[in-house]
T-cell receptor, first 115, second 114 residues
Framework: GAGVSQSPSNKVTEKGKDVELRCDPI?????LYWYRQRLGQGLEFLIY????????KSGLPSDRFSAERTGESVSTLTIQRTQQEDSAVYLC?????????????FGPGTRLTVL | AQSVTQLGSHVSVSEGALVLLRCNYS??????LFWYVQYPNQGLQLLLK??????LVKGINGFEAEFKKSETSFHLTKPSAHMSDAAEYFC????????????FGQGTTLQVKP
């Protein structure tokens, strides 16, 4: 594909439900990042995957959040028992490799609304 | 630890006027600094980055930024604003050479008036 894709583009859910967000990185990109953008705020780092290394989960806000990535392909971010404060745009980015010398390419995001 | 502060959540300029968006950073290690632009309903796009080489960095669409270590600043400028520059701009720092994770400022919305 030409760029990073994310699905769904919009998700409305009820408080307490689980949601799963998907990210398809650029083919060949070994590094993948998830960020959260709350209304009127900057992006917050959530989690980082690099190849088969253990992910950096230091940004996950609670144990209700988890993410998986199979190899160097698709990643899913799961939020269990959603709360209203989880409402945000969730952005995925990929880069050729990990580290700060490689540009991160961002997807369009998934807008999550928790009622 | 790293942090970024963007002064001014909203900036309004007239078409053709100078654009100045302010960014100050804090980093315990030599930083890499970035400016991203986000157009409505689109993902972030990299405008430019500082990676410890030249302190004056030129980016796309006529934007440039100057790294000033003594002021811990990385302000974004453009000599003449176009209507198409209206968007949200984010400054970010990466202090982690291992992961490259970015720490973002809160963003500045640029409005360009005709």
């Amino acid at each position: 594909g030409a760029g990073v894709s994310q699905s769904p583009s919009n998700k409305v859910t009820e408080k307490g439900k689980d949601v799963e967000l998907r990210c398809d990185p650029i083919s060949g990109h070994t590094a993948l990042y998830w960020y959260r953008q709350r209304l009127g705020q900057g992006l917050e780092f959530l989690i980082y995957f690099q190849g088969n290394s253990a992910p950096d989960k230091s940004g996950l806000p609670s144990d209700r959040f988890s993410a998986e990535r199979t190899g160097e392909s698709v990643s899913t971010l799961t939020i269990q028992r959603t709360q209203q404060e989880d409402s945000a745009v969730y952005l995925c980015a990929s880069s050729l490799a990990g580290g700060r010398t490689h540009e991160q390419f961002f997807g369009p995001g998934t807008r999550l609304t928790v009622l | 630890a790293q942090s970024v502060t963007q002064l001014g959540s909203h900036v309004s300029v007239s078409e053709g006027a100078l654009v100045l968006l302010r960014c100050n950073y804090s980093s315990s290690v030599p930083p890499y600094l970035f400016w991203y632009v986000q157009y409505p309903n689109q993902g972030l796009q990299l405008l430019l980055k500082y990676t410890s080489a030249a302190t004056l960095v030129k980016g796309i669409n006529g934007f440039e930024a100057e790294f000033k270590k003594s002021e811990t600043s990385f302000h974004l400028t453009k000599p003449s604003a176009h209507m198409s520059d209206a968007a949200e701009y984010f400054c970010a720092v990466s202090g982690s050479s291992n992961t490259g994770k970015l720490i973002f400022g809160q963003g500045t919305t640029l409005q360009v008036k005709p």
